[in-house]
């Protein structure tokens, strides 16, 4: 059971959008929102504009992409009744925020990001010389801090963005968390925790503070929601106090490491459209059954009584993922005294995967035959990111004192 403190959690997680998904894409990231939709208030969007980082100079495809790929978050089972499904560019808010962001945001923290160099190196073929792309993760800081999230799902090398979100963050509360009283108006809210709270309140203050403990601001959080009656203000300048700081105006976000996914694809190699070998999630049955059939096995295996090893064939990789024990133990015995068939022994991948896709096709094919129905998904969830992400930014804009004007 997940604790009700959990259940409140916010989670905000953005994929961008470069076209159809595929098993890859499911057993990293999918399967988890899945999971995740049941347990938080989950945003999950369509990172469009940050598809532009590589696609600047043909942009005309990215609106299919998008369509497909949230047709196939729909047939992995992402549930609009359960999670806000939406369209980085249907909320400009982010555009706004990213841009106050980067008045406070040294271009050196972007610079330092491991993905900046990284992906120079690596995709040579496009123009990553442009301020978009080294703006790339701030704008990501935008999409998260405009939800308020506490939680953020990525795999390892978007990490280095999240812990950029929570500097942007904490430079940004240090900044403009400032409210001219705000020492005053603190210790104006202890005194209406009462007597007895206060002291209780003190001495967490004091023992992180101080001592430097950090559990006791944990404590002091946990105390502090159960106050009943202090206003949802007074409690937020209590919990910032209790760090010695100003107000928090942008929480800062944690990552949740989505295990990196193992799934290998039809050659072994990590399943990626670059190189070839993926089985996308709305393959037919026949594609299915015919690009695992073609799969490379160990190449000692050559005639039927060869014996193989199952460690030099990628097909032991799917059973890595697909297979229990003692299917695994079949395969392994069976390969090594040539005892079963490469056939054979891809049979039961094949059956694996026709059984995880055939349900994900049949809710898929609703929508395909229906894109309007995807687009008011998208619409109407982006209608309701927009109010969350509108509330944020008034608080942005007051306490930068643009409310002034
Ligand atoms: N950069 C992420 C990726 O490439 C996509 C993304 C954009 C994202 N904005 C986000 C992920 C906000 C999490 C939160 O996978
Ligand atoms: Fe690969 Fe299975 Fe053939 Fe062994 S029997 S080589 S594991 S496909």
């Not at 003692?326 to 026709?354: D, F, P, Y």
């Amino acid at each position: 059971m997940i604790s009700n403190s959990k259940k409140n959690q916010r989670v905000v997680s953005g994929m961008r959008s470069t076209g159809a998904l595929h098993l890859g894409h499911y057993h990293g990231v999918l399967k988890n929102w899945v999971e995740m939709q049941y347990q938080h208030e989950c945003f999950f969007f369509a990172a469009d504009w940050h598809a532009l980082t590589t696609h600047y100079k043909d942009p005309s495809e990215v609106p299919q992409h998008v369509v497909e790929m949230v047709v196939d978050w729909l047939a992995a089972g992402i549930a609009p009744h359960s999670a806000t499904i939406f369209l980085q560019s249907q909320v400009p808010e982010h555009a706004e925020l990213y841009l106050l962001l980067s008045m406070l945001t040294p271009v050196s923290w972007l610079e330092r990001v491991p993905t900046y160099k990284d992906q120079q190196e690596k995709l040579k073929a496009h123009d990553l010389s442009t301020m978009g792309f080294l703006g790339y993760p701030l704008l990501q800081a935008a999409d998260i801090l405009i939800y308020k999230a506490d939680l953020v799902p990525v795999g390892e090398d978007q990490v280095s963005h999240i812990e950029l979100t929570r500097e942007v963050a904490r430079r940004f509360n240090f900044t403009y968390g400032k409210e001219p009283d705000f020492e005053e108006r603190a210790k104006q809210a202890i005194r209406k925790l009462g007597k007895k709270n206060g002291k209780i309140y003190r001495n967490y203050q004091r023992a992180y503070q101080e001592q430097g403990d950090k559990e006791a601001i944990a404590k002091g959080r946990t105390f502090l929601e159960l106050q009943q009656n202090i206003s949802v203000a007074d409690r937020e300048r209590l919990l910032a106090y209790l760090e010695g700081m100003s107000k928090i105006i942008l929480p800062e976000p944690d990552s949740i490491l989505t295990k990196a996914s193992k799934m290998p694809g039809l050659d072994g190699q990590k399943m990626s459209k670059s190189y070839g070998n993926t089985i996308p999630l709305r393959s037919s049955p026949d594609a299915i059954d015919k690009s695992i059939r073609k799969m490379p096995t160990d190449p000692a295996r050559m005639r039927l009584t060869d014996k193989g090893n199952p460690e030099k064939c990628p097909v032991w990789q799917l059973h890595l993922v697909y297979s229990d024990d003692s299917r695994r133990e079949w395969v392994q015995q069976g390969c090594s005294t040539a005892s079963i068939g490469c056939l054979n022994c891809k049979m039961h991948i094949i059956e694996a995967v026709q059984a995880e896709l055939e349900p994900m096709r049949e809710r898929a094919k609703v929508f395909e035959k229906d894109p309007q129905a995807v687009r008011k998904i998208i619409i109407e969830g982006s209608e309701k990111a927009r109010n969350q992400a509108r509330q944020t930014l008034d608080d942005v804009v007051e306490a930068m004192r643009f409310s002034d004007f």
